[in-house]
């Protein structure tokens, strides 16, 4: 299995600002995915971060509020922008078992965000 | 789009009582089939799976069986513990990588 590290854990942000979130993974994926998880709400998918080209985002999400980086195979960043209370989630990065987005994730820890 | 159903919670047990979290689906093709667990404050960990029509996965006593008649993949534990107190989540993986129900928080009291 994949061993995943992201940081901040947790962090408090006042509105108006950015924060970047950083995932590590312990070895080479060609993919990986950005999700988001409100308070009491269920995971959303936010983009897939291939290494080498753009970000795919899903509906609701644009690369003005949540540009994404992918310099290698190992590493990417995920920034929220001009933050708002709404922003307030858990956010999480996860890498498939295989080359198939479909197999089985491993995520890594998440980074809590507040707002205020 | 696909989606998941699960039943809302929270639900509260006591320890070494049956548990079930229904889990319904809505897909196209042939999806894989999830239930992820949360900790309290860790992520999501991977519970079992399965990958196609009456497949069941297991893991730690908790059982899960694809049931593409019923579109559903309902978990089971015949005798749940404290240490199983957590969110769980129930996913599919078809056209995008991974979609969640709302999950369901299981409480179990000694």
């Known amino acids: 299995s994949a061993v995943i590290s992201q940081k901040p854990s947790r962090d408090i942000c006042q509105r108006g600002t950015s924060l970047t979130i950083q995932c590590q993974v312990d070895?080479?994926?060609?993919?990986m995915f950005w999700y988001r998880q409100q308070p009491g709400q269920s995971l959303t998918l936010i983009a897939t971060a291939n290494q080498g080209s753009e970000a795919t985002y899903e509906s609701g999400f644009v690369i003005d509020k949540f540009p994404i980086s992918r310099p290698n195979l190992t590493f990417s960043t995920l920034t929220v922008s001009n933050l708002s209370p709404e922003d307030s989630s858990i956010y999480l990065c996860?890498?498939?078992?295989?080359?198939?987005?479909?197999?089985?994730?491993?995520f890594g820890p998440g980074t809590r965000l507040l707002v205020l | 789009g696909d989606s998941v159903t699960q039943m809302e919670g929270p639900v509260t047990l006591s320890e070494e009582a049956f548990l079930t979290i229904n889990c319904t689906y809505t897909?196209?093709?042939?999806?894989?089939l999830f239930w992820y667990v949360q900790y309290p404050g860790e992520g999501l960990q991977l519970l079992l799976k399965a990958t196609k029509a009456d497949d069941k996965g297991s893991n730690k006593g908790f059982e899960a069986t694809y049931r593409k008649e019923t579109t559903s993949f309902h978990l089971e534990k015949g005798s749940v513990q404290v240490s199983d107190s957590a969110v769980y989540f129930c996913a599919l993986s078809g056209n995008t990588p991974l979609v969640f129900g709302k999950g369901t928080r299981l409480s179990v009291i000694a």
């Open positions: 070895s080479q994926v060609t993919m």
């Open positions: 996860s890498v498939p078992k295989g080359r198939n987005r479909r197999e089985t994730q491993y």
């Open positions: 897909a196209t093709g042939y999806p894989s």
